[in-house]
């Protein structure tokens, strides 16, 4: 299993343009960098939710670098259209340089999934986590987005949907963010022929919690917010970097590694995260 996965990080170090596909891909920090990367000449292929703006980023990359990217659409808030496009790269691809995993929600109320699970951690961290492991042997580097927020959360590996009792939109998203850089860091001790690294963007202009007026208002109009281009930065030079240039399992922010808050650097809790996780996305039983 691991072959392929080798062969795909010594390819992309050897001046061939890299494959990488981008989750969440269609607006914000996804977009930016699928443009800035198709830009320095590789192949991207991009992931995204809504059609219309799926083929609204196609258009966008294909403007600023005469190349049409591939696209594909899933919903990760349904683990069987992550499944799905599992199932779709793989039959595209036989190999993937770089996984970016970038999808990502703040979800205002309490919501089940139609898989049973609280949807933030299902969109931020199960459904991610899920796609990691069936594209595993084809994978040579996972960039995965995380979040300082990460520090505010509270995560429980035997209930991931404990948030649904009380629900407070920015605890459940830090503990979905706690997850990511959870797993970016065990992914990297259990995988160790891929370089696995998760990172911090800043606060962006984005369409993040696009659904609430009062919070889409003042995404417009904070004057601190980074632009998505900006956002993009780390993911970007993450994406392009040898691999003996990044600190495998590591976080990152502004193009250097950070040590992430003691709740989300334990090797236990990173363990107990994973085994619970292949269980809740039926990878194990």
């Known amino acids: 299993m691991t072959g392929v996965s080798r062969a795909a990080k010594d390819e992309a170090e050897s001046g061939v343009p890299r494959r990488i596909v981008i989750t969440g891909a269609s607006s914000g920090i996804g977009l930016a ?5 198709a830009r320095h000449g590789e192949e991207v292929v991009l992931v995204g939710r809504d059609p219309h703006r799926l083929a609204a980023a196609v258009d966008q990359v294909r403007d600023n670098a005469a190349v049409r990217p591939a696209a594909f659409r899933a919903d990760f808030a349904i683990l069987d259209d992550v499944r799905r496009l599992a199932e779709d790269l793989r039959g595209a691809y036989d190999r993937i340089d770089v996984l970016v ?3 990502g929600a703040i979800v205002l109320r309490p919501t089940r999934s139609v898989d049973g699970f609280e949807l933030t951690m299902q969109t931020n961290h199960l459904a991610p986590f899920l796609l990691s492991n069936l594209l595993r042997d084809r994978v040579g580097r996972i960039v995965t987005t995380a979040s300082t927020a990460h520090r505010f959360g509270s995560l429980d590996p035997d209930d991931l949907s404990r948030h649904l009792r009380d629900y407070r ?4 998203y830090g503990t979905s963010k706690q997850a990511t850089v959870l797993f970016a860091a065990e992914a990297a001790r259990r995988w160790p022929d891929i370089v696995s690294v998760s990172y911090h963007p800043g606060f ?10 009062l919070v889409a208002f003042g995404m417009r109009i904070a004057p601190f917010l980074r632009s998505p281009a900006q956002g993009a930065d780390t993911l970007v030079w993450l994406a392009s970097q040898r691999s003996d240039a990044i600190v495998n399992g590591g976080y990152y922010v502004r193009r250097r590694p950070r040590r992430p808050h003691p709740k989300a650097t334990d090797p236990a809790l990173a363990r107990r995260l994973w085994e619970a996780s292949e269980r809740a996305v039926g990878l194990t039983g």
């Open 33 to 37: 960098a699928a443009v800035m990367l």
């Open 101 to 103: 995993n970038n999808a």
């Open 169 to 172: 939109a920015f605890p459940a």
């Open 204 to 213: 962006v202009r984005t369409r993040f919690a696009g659904d609430n007026q």
